[in-house]
């Protein structure tokens, strides 16, 4: 899975995995000349963090804005990345910060657009209910956004993006014996809020 | 160069499936079932990109940055040397009553009136009467000030010629210090902690209780107290109590809803996320001092999330890692900002 292999620790790329393509310096280094392919590629592989990330902060459709809105940045400040190791850390916190604004951004829109949302909710859930799943997924990643940062953030590259302990550990610096006890523990608490018991 | 096309060749990784959590088996597979139609499957619009090309603009940035301080700090230095050879001079002689006005009592071994030109000696204390105003000559690096109201010990230096070779302990009220030597040559004593001069000037204000307050005014001072060593440039300011350890530094405009989640995460070891994210929400770019100060914040979920923060604003140098912030490592603190923040403060 190329995914894993990119997000993986460093220095444990298989001879398969080498095989897949261009490592991510020499994508930075194509995409530094102004290379917009190889910087498409480098999205390919670190996209879906991204998304997970920004899961953890807004709903979907923002959440594709910020993954967009990230790399764009990234784009343009490239120059300013030092050591090319570092490019999914630094990805990485562009996104947190990208979405943690559009967060605020969301929460002042909100309070504006409250009244507005009140008065077309019924006609919108009556139309949202005829996709239960659709919902369900809704109201479960609002009840993610809710936890803890350092537990939605796990609970999104895991169940979302399909990232093993290990990867995740990679992805976040944390030791793959914190992301487990960080997963249980905010496993415990969106329990508490969504069973999928209802839904099934 | 051969590139893959993007989103076409990640298979789904199920690891609840491969290596469930024990406890959570069911539910996990529920909520891999439940979000698995969010996984992300979009494509990078190339319109977006632009023609803006990369750019190396932070170097540049850096470098002017740098040349600014040096420019500021020669600037400094003349307007405080100007014209003052004979106060050069007389550098052997550490701290010299260069002004007084009002009624100025010297309290110690050499207790006496003050008057211009009077050499002051290791242990003398100098109390300054309400509406008086007393001005000494520090060696050939500056000039103290102390404000109506003040007391003062002179200490004796720690190093003939470098750290701590200027001491003094202010005691009560406020005393301004306009400096212009190497970098903790110069040091002020509070009873809530010691304020290092790194060059130029700034006050210091202690009220009865010892509650101490620094202002800096240019340059930038080094406030150091129950282990926390904290960089305060001009524009900014903290406070200190004798019996906690100092408040981070932040700008004398940063908003009221900043400096409220500031002091609740100053108070609590272990940090409400509450705060925190009120903090990251309020903060600006500028607001990176108040941060990078917050790095030695005792709980580690804070610390991850300033680094991640400051990581936005401005990328970390080289070897200074997340895990060398949770550390705690003072150095690798300092080198992201020597190397990196100064030309923003």
Redesign the interface.
Known sequence: MRFRSEHGLPGTKSASEEAEGPSDAALLEAARRGDARAFTALYGRHAPLVHALALGWVDRHAAEDVVQEVFVQAWRKLGELRGAERFRAWIAAIARNRARSARRSDERRGRRLAQEIAVDGLAAGREAACDAARLEQEELLAELRALPEAYRETIALRYVEGLSAEEIAAVTELTPGSVRVNLCRGLKLLRERWSGEAHR | ???????E????????R??P?P??EG??L???E??S????S?A???Q???A????????WRAIGGALLAAAAWLACWLLLFRGDAETASSASARFVVRSVRGSVRVEGASARALEVGATLAPGDRLLVAEGANLVLTVGDIGFLELLPGAALRIDAPLDARAEGSYRVALELGAAEANVAAAPRVFQVGTPAGIAVDLGCKYRTTVREDGFTTLEVLSGAVSFEARGRKLHVPAGARLSSSPDAPPSTPHWNDASTLFLDSLRRLDASASGD?RDL?QL??EATQRDSLTLWNLLDHPDA?VRR?LF??L??IE?P??GV???AILAGELAARERWRDEVFRPLW
């Open positions: 160069m051969s590139i893959e096309r993007p989103n060749r990640r298979a789904r990784g199920e690891p609840w491969t290596d959590l406890g959570f539910y996990e529920r909520l891999g439940a979000l139609g969010a996984r992300w979009g990078l619009d190339p977006r990109l632009g803006v090309p990369p750019s190396r603009a932070h170097f996320p994210e990251l929400a979920s999330a991640e923060a990581a936005e990328e140098p080289s890692t997340l895990e």
